[in-house]
């Protein structure tokens, strides 16, 4: 699995899978707790790129995955995975690319999309209002408290906000450093995004029981020209239903 070294020197690994298509690479931001594996790999999207001939790049997030986990919150925010995804593309010498993130990976993608004119079509999924109105992912519905108890807690049975309690499973089923992702959990983006800048064909994608992506038809409207598809799944199942991975294939063709 490459890696490179961040600007602030972070390791930063990826995960490459080769095609036979022309067009340009796709490149996958996961979400929070989540890594590329378990969001890509395993419900199957990087398989159903490949198969449509498309070269895959996965990246393991700051604090994520194979990826260096500092334990100090200044390494973090979506705005600094921004630059890591920006120096990825350097490091790929691709002059576009094709950039799908879902969750945090959809925030972190449209500050990206905002900064860098190489991104040739855009895929978001697992956000909603949220974006628009609070500049990131939607803490209304698990709040910074709850998410602090819930990566503190010794005993997850003591966890008692059932949103926490399922985060905290998470992280303990992809053996997550709790004290690296409380420090991403401290420097979640909250500032306006400037969404109508955004020119590229872009499709949001969010499950229907997604609390984390209520009304998503605010967001899509907020992004010029933006599509809106509505699948079946919450907000860590969508990218595991059926018709999740043809969205995202269909689009990018």
């Known amino acids: 699995m490459p890696s490179f070294q961040a600007t602030d020197g972070v390791e930063i690994y990826y ?4 095609g036979s298509s022309s067009q340009p690479p796709v490149l996958l931001h996961h979400g929070f707790i989540a890594n590329g ?3 890509w790999v395993l419900p199957g999207v990087v398989d159903a790129l490949t198969t449509a001939g498309r070269r895959v790049v996965a990246i393991d ?3 994520h995955g194979r990826s260096g986990k500092p334990h100090d919150p200044s390494f973090y925010g979506e705005v600094r995975m921004s630059d890591d995804l920006i120096t990825l593309m350097d490091l790929l010498g691709e002059p576009a690319v094709d950039l799908v ?5 959809a925030i972190v993608s449209l500050i990206t999309a905002t900064r860098d004119t190489r ?8 956000v909603g209002a949220a974006v628009v109105e609070l500049g990131g992912v939607d803490t209304r519905v698990i709040g910074p408290e709850p998410l602090r108890e819930a990566l503190g807690a010794e005993d997850p049975a003591t966890i008692s906000n059932p949103a926490a309690a399922g985060f905290r499973a998470f992280i303990d089923a992809v053996g997550g450093d709790r004290a690296a992702l409380a420090a991403q959990a401290a420097r979640m983006h909250a500032d306006p995004i ?5 020119t590229v064909p872009t499709l ?3 499950g229907r029981e997604d609390v984390l992506a209520a009304r998503p038809e605010a967001l899509a409207k907020a992004i010029p020209g933006a ?4 699948i079946d799944g919450d907000h860590l199942g969508a990218v595991r239903e059926p018709a999740f991975s043809p969205a995202v294939v269909d689009f990018l063709s």
């Open 15 to 18: 995960q490459t899978w080769e």
């Open 37 to 39: 594996v378990t969001n």
């Open 61 to 63: 997030a700051r604090g």
């Open 101 to 105: 993130g879902y969750s945090m990976g």
């Open 119 to 126: 991104i040739r079509r855009l895929v978001i999924g697992g």
């Open 194 to 198: 400037p969404l109508d800048t955004i």
């Open 204 to 206: 949001l994608v969010v």
């Open 227 to 230: 599509q809106l598809t509505v």
